[in-house]
């Protein structure tokens, strides 16, 4: 409950702005393209499936950018935590989640609304 409090504090932190917000900008436009790929099989589908499959395709995106550090660190440090990798990961990117959901809830909201989703 804590962390998910704390979320407005990184927000609002320049330096956390400069660490953590900047490099995920940087690997969420990287990760467009993948996205891209992966929502064209929904443009078949109706117009509300298409809204869920895009809205989550973008929640992945944005969870995956802002656990950029979390990556960094496991390739300078691979083993800092002795559990299989695959579970580290989903650990990890439920927590990046949890801890910024709001944050990116409203990204996904604003790509939505520009792309004239909603």
């Not at 504090?9 to 790929?37: D, G, K, T, V």
């Not at 002795?82 to 650990?91: G, K, Y």
Request: with cysteine; hydrophobic share 50%; net charge negative.
């Amino acid at each position: 409950m804590k962390f998910k409090n704390e979320e407005e504090r990184w927000e609002n932190n320049p330096i956390a702005q400069l660490l953590i917000f900047m490099p995920a900008s940087i690997i969420s436009s990287i990760l467009i393209i993948p996205c891209i790929i992966l929502a064209l099989p929904f443009t078949i589908l109706p117009n509300n499936i298409q809204t869920i499959g895009v809205r989550f395709l973008l929640r992945v995106q944005h969870t995956i950018s802002l656990s950029f550090w979390y990556f960094v660190q496991e390739y300078y440090l691979p083993d800092i935590l002795p559990i299989p990798f695959n579970i580290e990961v989903f650990l990890v990117l439920a927590g990046v989640y949890y801890g910024f959901r709001k944050t990116i809830n409203e990204l996904v909201n604003e790509t939505l609304e520009k792309q004239g989703f909603i």
